[in-house]
């Protein structure tokens, strides 16, 4: 039975904020995250109660992540019940950057499910804050960030990003996800996961034939398979139809990711329906707008807040800055496109970026013009579609156009201390990379930063978190050097060039993500003249795994399951409720544990969701449960995937037995004199644990299995077919044993009491000894060892084994005399 593991590195920061408002139940993440109501206490709930943030249930998440979980507790729900979800994972105080709706509309019905969703790698690590509104969806359709719903629930929570496993910096050698020459002419990469099978998938534009491809690696990384979504190109004017900027997002709200395009060439603005189904990729193209002349880039954004991601873009030619509105009507009229918004454009813009830069709560559009390389601010005043977007300069080089100096591209993100998204930006004419100081609500923006100013024909950057030390560094491709530059970040905006990786030819566009799962971010390259995607590694610190089971180290490997490290977990009695072991997961090195799949054994599972990222000296528990309803032994692996290139997979082995009850050996869920003659019949036998007579465990029917069944003697398995002998007499009268003249039975001895005792050498009865300290009635179970009675006086006496019946009624002394004595002749046969 296979587990998918659960969560992060430990349970996250979570902090659940309080209600604003007594009668309205209102979203409580602070200004500026739009407020969002509830009016009516009705329809579905978060957890139990309406009033209070009960209904998720959070583990630590990773910048970067694919497939990170909660656990969401829906109760009320009814048919057609929604849940859409938001995390602002770039800290700019709105939902609406293109990954941060992470549920949308989303079918729930009652009871605890266990979601997942992606991380992207340019989200800031620290407290940020997420959103969760369930609803009637028949009532809620077009749900939004804020707003009021008639129904439902909304809970707001404080929740912590972990930044990326710590790295030196540096990267490994080129990987090809491409071979030569069949991307021809790459000019824009990304990764995301398109088919939604846990894994990094890449995405290339190539303008010389006109394909936009998808890659899928094998489970390795080793091989990539290529999957065209677009092939339109004339052969004989292949630019004419070239994409050239990409964008990802869920653009129907279906729950998988769609792609949107800008072509130059064909001034049109596109999007791809992801109609992926299993292994089978496949894409229907739609056309937005075919009137963006020189369509240079597209981005993805919530620009009105109303739960659908909207595109914008900038064209060269025309000098125009668009924005396409979301009308959820699908197809060629899903998107309504918007150009008199934008009363000032600058000229020449070659590339926007998408981010709430004055932290009002509506996401603005940050642009840099190919002509003056200036960059600028286009604010958005919460009315996209309808008002003007008011226009400002961050940063006015003074370059003279005659230099030409060729913004290339722009990217957003906190590279200072405080909190305020700043600019990065690159210069193709200028050879250089810079950044410009968010002021916040005063001053002026600084101008240039430098981050490298010796580069060779700049490219667009990308900015992420690549050491893992918590603060955004800066990457370059620089085309005609032919080189990537990493550049660290000190945190106060000082940067250190730490790597410089030669990529063959050409570098035209990079982008930053975890491809081989192992919790640091890898760097995606496309090469324009050598026609190449390829991928380098990001040089993790190697962690250690270490499993401890009660305080003792579990090697890697170990194949003999103990008591002592619980992983055995012994007998336990049939239909026992709540048997589990706790096993602790611990990395014990310096890099981040990253831990995958989890295997275990048929009968047994996992009791709760266990942490999948570890930073050094971090643990988490695996709490594994024994499944108790049927009887018989459970033994094998339990393995686990992790990112310990020495212990990958961690494995060792664990048993159980279900057993009816101690001694019962014959299973009939009462322990008896029947239970002796199985024990009997198979001394001397080895056998598997704690079968066949083995009451101990111990692999052998021995003397010590008869000493067991002797102190459970009379026990019985609750609700037990079987009754539960008020007496020897019956199990004796029904066993195998040879008796002549059988005891009374119980029905016929109602006041009867059992004795039973040992005669050792030098011992004997006493004359009328009286019930025994152990003696017990039906509805007693036994659970002390079986005491001999004090010898009276000395005479030779051989071991055996007697049974008194003292009854109210008169019996014939040689009926308990011919029970005692055949069961002792048979204890001498077997020499004991």
Do not use: C
Not at 211 to 233: D, K
Not at 535 to 558: H, K, Q, R
Not at 789 to 807: K, L, W, Y
Request: net charge negative.
């Amino acid at each position: 039975m296979r587990q998918r593991n659960i969560g992060g590195r430990r349970r996250g920061i979570f902090e659940p904020l309080e209600r604003r408002d007594l009668l309205t139940l209102v979203g409580d993440a602070p200004v500026p995250y739009p407020e969002a109501t509830v009016t009516a206490s009705v329809g579905p709930r978060l957890g139990t109660a309406r009033t209070a943030d009960d209904g998720v249930e959070f583990f630590a998440m990773q910048v970067g992540q694919l497939d990170a979980q909660i656990v969401v507790t829906i109760s009320g729900a009814n048919s057609g019940s929604i849940l859409d979800a938001w995390i602002d994972f770039d800290q700019d105080g709105s939902f609406s950057g293109a990954a941060e709706q992470i549920f949308d509309a989303r079918e729930v019905s009652n009871g605890v499910v266990l979601l997942e969703f992606d991380i992207p790698a340019i989200a800031e690590d620290g407290l940020t804050y997420a959103r969760f509104r369930v609803s009637d969806g028949a009532a809620a359709d077009g749900v939004g960030q804020g707003g009021d719903v008639n129904n439902g629930e909304v809970e707001d929570h404080q929740v912590e990003i972990l930044p990326p496993s710590i790295t030196d910096g540096t990267l490994g050698s080129a990987r090809a996800v491409t071979s030569n020459g069949s991307a021809n002419g790459v000019v824009d990469v990304l990764a995301a996961d398109i088919d939604g099978d846990g894994r990094m998938d890449i995405v290339s534009s190539s303008q010389l034939d006109g394909e936009i491809a998808v890659y899928r690696a094998n489970s390795s990384f080793s091989s990539w398979t290529r999957s065209v979504v677009e092939n339109v190109a004339d052969s004989d004017a292949p630019l004419e139809v070239s994409p050239i900027g990409l964008a990802v997002g869920d653009l129907d709200g279906d729950g998988d990711l769609d792609l949107a395009s800008a072509s130059a060439s064909d001034d049109t603005i596109a999007w791809y329906r992801n109609d992926t189904t299993g292994s089978n990729l496949s894409f229907t193209k739609f056309t937005v707008t075919d009137s963006a002349d020189g369509a240079r880039s597209v981005v993805i954004a919530d620009f009105n807040q109303d739960g659908r991601l909207d595109l914008g873009s900038v064209s060269l030619e025309d000098d125009t800055i668009r924005v396409h509105r979301n009308t959820g009507s699908g197809g060629n009229s899903q998107f309504e496109t918007m150009t008199a918004a934008f009363a000032v454009v600058p000229s020449a813009l070659s590339d926007i970026y998408a981010v709430d830069i004055n932290r009002d709560g509506f996401v603005d559009l940050v642009s840099i013009s190919a002509g003056t390389n200036d960059v600028f601010w286009h604010e958005n005043d919460g009315t996209p579609f309808v008002g003007a977007w008011n226009t400002s300069s961050l940063i006015n080089n003074g370059t003279n156009a005659s230099d030409v100096p060729f913004g290339s591209g722009v990217f957003a993100g906190r590279i200072d201390s405080d909190t305020q998204i700043d600019v990065v930006y690159t210069s193709f004419g200028e050879n250089r990379a810079d950044w410009s100081r968010n002021p916040g609500t005063s001053g002026s923006w600084t101008g240039r930063n430098s981050v490298d100013s010796g580069l060779d024909e700049a490219n667009p950057p990308f900015v992420a978190d690549v050491d893992g030390d918590g603060d955004m560094d800066v990457v370059v491709p620089s085309y005609d050097d032919h080189n990537v530059t990493v550049h660290l970040n000190d945190g106060l905006g000082n940067f250190t060039l730490s790597d410089t990786t030669s990529f063959f030819s050409t570098p035209t566009n990079v982008v930053m993500a975890d491809i081989d799962g192992d919790g640091a971010l890898d760097l995606v390259v496309g090469g324009n003249a050598n026609d190449r995607v390829s991928w380098f590694a990001g040089n993790a610190e190697p962690p250690e795994i270490m499993i401890t089971g009660n305080g003792l180290v579990i090697s890697d490997g170990d194949g003999v399951p103990r008591t002592a490290d619980g992983t055995d977990f012994g007998a336990v009695t049939l239909g026992t409720s709540g048997v589990m072991q706790e096993f602790l997961v611990t990395n014990i090195a310096s890099g981040t544990l990253s831990l995958g799949e989890l295997t275990l054994p048929s009968g047994f599972q996992l009791a709760a969701p266990f942490n999948s990222i570890l930073a050094p000296d971090e643990s988490t528990v695996l709490r594994i449960e024994l499944d108790t309803s049927s009887l018989g032994s459970r033994s094998g692996k339990i393995i686990l995937a992790n990112n310990d290139a020495n212990e990958n997979p961690y494995n060792f082995d664990i048993r159980a037995t279900v057993i009816t009850v101690l001694g019962d050996y014959n299973l009939d869920q009462v322990v008896d004199i029947a239970d002796y003659t199985a024990w009997r019949n198979r001394l001397g036998a080895l056998v598997p644990r704690y079968t066949s007579a083995d009451g101990n465990g111990n692999g052998v029917v021995d003397l010590a299995d008869y000493e067991v069944w002797k102190d459970h003697f009379g026990d019985s398995l609750p609700g037990a077919t079987t009754s539960q002998p008020a007496s020897f007499a019956a199990p004796i009268a029904s066993s195998s044993e040879s008796v002549e003249q059988p005891v009374a039975s119980a029905a016929s001895t109602p006041s009867a009491q059992v004795e039973l005792g040992l005669l050792r050498s030098g011992e004997r009865k006493a004359a009328n000894p009286g019930p025994t300290p152990w003696a017990k009635s039906p509805s007693q179970p036994l659970h002390k060892p079986l005491d001999p009675a004090p010898a009276v006086d000395s005479e030779p006496t051989r071991t055996g084994f007697s049974i008194n019946q003292h009854n109210d009624r008169d019996k014939s002394d040689d009926h308990d005399r011919r029970a005692s004595l055949d069961l002792a002749f048979e204890l001498l046969e077997i020499g004991w």
